[in-house]
């Protein structure tokens, strides 16, 4: 089965709230992970990623927050847009040196105006 | 700048015909992935090349399925003798360096349908 998952398979929110998105890996060796939007009818577009040796990463309005003792990571957007509905993907690479990425299942974001 | 392309866009394939599915990565992009899409899952792993060498094709399901980069540029998935649970999209991802670059850049994908 599936190692990383998520939480929630749907998220709906308010215009200019703030949103998360979880996300569980049972794999404690995996020492990198990344975040991809997904808009309909496109590919998998790159957030954010984080190493296993950080615990927090931001760009622009988005912050990665990995918590390693409990096999979690979340995505927080700021200040939701419209433009932010889409379905997201958290992935990892399940030890050092590994290439393939192995995807979550996904959560649909709702943007409610 | 160009992105990852794949070509075509869509293939409606009769079953058991056989198809070749395009993808021109990022120039100068040394790996590139191969990930099947299911409608409303996330991607799964194919294959993996490093330059002209397949290195990993553990995801590919089965004898009927095969890849290649031979001149570690352009890839083409083939399919042989399709099946009805081949139909998703067939996303193609290429990153710049192994070492120094994780992050994959994906095309747009082809959507495969077998009738």
């Known amino acids: 089965g599936e190692s990383v998952g998520l939480h929630l398979p749907t998220l709906s929110v308010q215009e200019g709230d703030n949103s998360i998105i979880n996300c569980a890996y049972s794999?404690?060796?995996?020492?990198?992970f990344i975040w991809y939007k997904q808009e309909s009818g496109k590919g998998p577009q790159f957030i954010i990623d984080?190493?296993?040796?950080?615990d927090k990463r931001q760009g622009q309005r988005v912050t990665v927050l990995l918590n390693k003792t409990v096999k979690h990571l979340s995505l927080q957007i700021a200040a939701t847009q419209p433009g932010d509905s889409a379905v997201y993907f958290c992935a990892e690479k399940r030890f050092q040196g590994a290439q393939k990425l192995v995807f979550g299942q996904g959560t649909r974001l709702t943007i409610n105006p | 700048g160009a992105g990852v392309s794949q070509s075509p866009r869509y293939k409606v394939a009769k079953r058991g015909q056989d198809v070749a599915l395009r993808c021109d990565p990022i120039?100068?992009?040394?790996?590139l992935f191969w990930y099947q899409q299911a409608l409303g899952q996330g991607p799964e792993f194919l294959t993996y090349?490093?330059?002209?060498?397949?290195?990993?094709k553990s995801g590919l399901p089965s004898d009927r399925f095969f890849a290649e980069r031979p001149e570690g540029s352009v890839s083409t998935l083939k399919i042989q003798r399709t099946q009805q649970e081949d139909s998703a999209v067939y996303l193609c991802?290429?990153?710049?360096?192994?070492?120094?670059?994780?992050?994959?850049?994906f095309g747009s994908g082809t959507q495969l349908s077998v009738l």
């Open positions: 090349f490093q330059n002209e060498a397949q290195l990993d």
């Open positions: 984080i190493r296993s040796n950080m």
């Open positions: 120039s100068g992009h040394v790996s």
């Open positions: 794999n404690s060796a995996s020492d990198y």
């Open positions: 991802a290429s990153s710049r360096d192994r070492l120094r670059n994780e992050k994959l850049f």
